[in-house]
Nanobody, 119 residues
């Protein structure tokens, strides 16, 4: 199995950028499909981005399309979420997750990192 640890969250002004990191250990992240999710106070956890490394397919929520980018660094065994043009509504705890290929949902989750965007 894989362990996931997110970092890179913080406080940023609207219009700014942050890059979140998800360090994987135990197995290489490319053994999984990787996703980012977020949960704002009082709201359900929602999908942000997903990448199936083996197939090269990437998906984004409409709310972040064109502003967020999911990438991976095999040498560092780390997945990133580059977030540009941040908005106050992007404020949430961000989680990375790993899905075994063939699984019906994500199997492993990180602990989350807080992102706060001020107006």
């Amino acid at each position: 199995q894989v362990q996931l640890v997110e970092s890179g969250g913080g406080l940023v002004q609207a219009g700014g950028s942050l890059r979140l990191s998800c360090a994987a250990s135990g197995r290489t992240f490319s053994s999984y499909a990787m996703g980012w999710f977020r949960q704002a106070p009082g709201k359900e956890r929602e999908f942000v981005a997903h990448n199936t490394w083996s197939g090269g397919s990437t998906y984004y929520a409409d709310s972040v399309k064109g502003r967020f980018t999911i990438t991976g660094d095999n040498a560092k065994n780390t997945v990133y979420l580059q977030m540009n043009s941040l908005k106050p509504e992007d404020t949430a705890v961000y989680y990375c997750a790993a899905e075994e290929y063939g699984s019906t949902w994500y199997d492993y989750w990180g602990q989350g990192t807080q992102v706060t965007v001020s107006s």
